[in-house]
């Protein structure tokens, strides 16, 4: 429903939207006080009507289209499918930012037309009216059939109605917060120029007043809002990593952490430290699938209370790795983890059954944040950890004779993935200090990864990109099908990237809010809608809130990664004397039927 004229800054003869005389503070006469981008007179400016309530939304024409068309906009697909909630959360923010669009548009055509602001008549606020109830309308229904679509490609089936009507309503309130904020910010930047007029020019005091209130937003957000936020979750779950995941008991077994005679005491391990040497195939579960004798596979962990600092912990873990007898395997996989510790199961599953048990894995914990988290402000921290063990490792691994050392192997998903490229200077380190490497779902500004993706061959697409003719690195979002370049050779050290068209952990960034990414202007992967188009500020948004939900979607689609290091663990090993037949049985056993 359109707002009433009469309630409304840009109604006809409003009291206080056109620009008055401002008497000087001293009384030495008069100056014309400046609008505001919305045509609204700055706080102090004398009028003859009353004064204007700091936090009344009046709402003027030119930002209520814009609020409208990016509203609409917001409908259209991202890489995941979005639930009710999610999307009035989205165009929520995408009308906020689209009314202050509308706004500044509206004020830089009118400081080029040289005119004041002018009050919209009643017809123009109908027209409004009835062009949101359309456009609004057939945004909100082809939204639903792309979500649909959508869902279709992944094979997701939950779907709620309720929340998808709730959706026009939750929008309408994330408009109404943010268009509340941002009229308190100018509230407190009128009276903080008010105060320093008293003083100084009244342009200097708008411009004071306003770098004022811009540091004292941004430090609220960053420095206490975020920090605060940071830190509420940190203790939530420090207090987390003190239990013990159910059905995971202490190991019987020398070859793990937190087992007889381990260096590294079980309850220093953290939650997931414990689900790391706590659980993981026997020898009998390898034996029993390759129907041929199998060891018992090591797996060395440290915990954030392992140790105070980074090198000590990966010191630990190396010390309890060697103590174990990882050195003395014929496969040998260092593993950064994510954000709280946590290790792919399916990753180091895949890695101890191609090995046939003979395997060791290393890896350590470096916060207590949930993985979404830590990739937003935890980067140094991986960093450190991904290449404090590696160094570690390679210390030791190194000082081996040659005939008697272990194959070394890197891995890490997500944030891991980072932490891992970060010991490696480039390709030519990766495939001369290694025998191999997994990385899936890197992040978008993992430095390899963007070296290799930005320095691609012509012709190949960003989703899957051809790097050196594919000599060493590769890239697939599906190993089953074939990794390209499929007809040059990949001899010597390989080096694969695993990454699904539809994670937006990979193709998250700032940018998007500016600059459109080749993944979107070129063809789409077979996981991602056609109709998926890149929209300022829009599309940075949708992907932006894909990403606390990128693993709840099945295998195979978004930041879920289970079967495919079968096959890739399988391209980068290369074992001897495996069928496609049992990489068919072992991709069942790490990814069950029913999930």
Excluded at 49 to 65: A, N
Aim: proline share 8%.
């Amino acid at each position: 429903m359109a707002p009433d004229p009469h309630d409304s800054p840009s109604a006809d003869s409003p009291p206080d939207d056109s620009p008055t005389a401002d008497p000087r503070p001293d009384g030495s006469g008069s100056a014309t006080a400046d609008p505001e981008p919305d045509g609204t007179a700055p706080d102090g400016a004398a009028g003859a009507g009353k004064r204007r309530r700091p936090f009344r939304l009046d709402l003027t024409l030119p930002g209520c289209w814009g609020a409208l068309l990016l509203a609409c906009l917001s409908f259209t697909p991202s890489l995941l499918p979005r639930g009710g909630f999610l999307q009035g959360l989205i165009c929520g923010i995408s009308a906020a930012i689209g009314y202050g669009l509308g706004v500044v548009a509206a004020y830089v055509w009118r400081a080029f037309a040289d005119r004041e602001a002018r009050p919209a008549s009643v017809r123009s606020w109908q027209g409004l009216g009835i062009a949101a109830v359309v456009l609004f309308g057939l945004a909100f229904g082809f939204g639903q059939y792309w979500q649909h679509e959508i869902r279709a490609l992944m094979g997701v089936t939950e779907y709620s109605v309720p929340a998808a009507v709730a959706c026009p309503f939750v929008a309408a309130l994330v408009f109404w917060l943010l268009l509340t904020a941002g009229r308190g910010l100018r509230w407190l930047y009128r009276r903080a120029a008010g105060l320093l007029r008293r003083w100084i020019g009244p342009r200097a005091a708008r411009a004071v007043g306003w770098i004022a209130v811009a540091a004292l937003a941004w430090s609220v957000v960053s420095g206490v809002l975020l920090s605060g936020f940071v830190n509420a979750v940190n203790e939530a779950f420090s207090v987390r990593d003190d239990e013990t995941p159910e059905g995971v008991h202490q190991p019987t077994s020398a070859l793990r952490s937190g087992g007889p005679g381990s260096l590294v005491p079980w309850d220093t391990l953290g939650y997931q430290g414990r689900a790391f040497t706590g659980s993981g195939p026997t020898a009998r579960d390898i034996g029993a699938f390759t129907h041929r004798s199998a060891q018992e596979p090591v797996r060395a962990y440290a915990g954030l209370q392992t140790a105070d600092d980074a090198e000590t912990r990966a010191e630990r873990a190396v010390a309890d790795l060697e103590r174990a007898g990882g050195f003395e395997r014929a496969n040998l996989l260092v593993m950064t983890t994510t954000g709280s510790g946590w290790v792919d199961p399916a990753a180091v599953d895949s890695f101890e059954y191609l090995g046939d048990g003979d395997a060791a894995t290393v890896a350590m914990q470096y916060s207590y944040l949930p993985s979404w988290l830590s990739y937003l402000v935890d980067q140094s921290k991986a960093r450190e950890a991904g290449r404090e063990l590696f160094d570690a490792v390679y210390d030791v691994w190194s000082k081996l004779p040659q005939d008697e050392r272990p194959r070394l192997f890197v891995a890490g998903e997500s944030l891991g993935s980072f932490g891992g490229e970060t010991a490696f200077s480039g390709e030519y380190d990766l495939r001369n200090r290694t025998a191999g490497t997994v990385f899936a779902g890197p992040p978008n500004f993992n430095t390899l990864f963007r070296e290799f993706s930005d320095h691609r061959e012509p012709g190949s697409p960003e989703i899957e990109p051809v790097y050196k003719d594919g000599r060493t690195v590769r890239f697939t979002d599906d190993p089953t099908t074939g990794i390209t370049p499929a007809d040059r050779p990949w001899d010597g050290t390989r080096v694969l990237y695993l990454m699904h068209p539809s994670d937006p952990i990979v193709w998250w960034s700032p940018d998007l809010a500016f600059t459109q990414p080749d993944w979107i202007g070129e063809a789409p992967g077979g996981d991602v809608l056609e109709e998926m188009v890149w929209i300022p500020f829009v599309t940075f948004w949708q992907v932006t809130a894909d990403l606390p939900f990128s693993t709840g979607v099945p295998d195979g689609h978004g930041h879920t990664y289970k079967a495919a290091y079968v096959d890739a663990w399988n391209a980068v090993m290369r074992p001897a004397d495996v069928t496609p037949q049992d990489l068919e049985r072992l991709r069942e056993v790490i990814r069950p039927p029913e999930e």
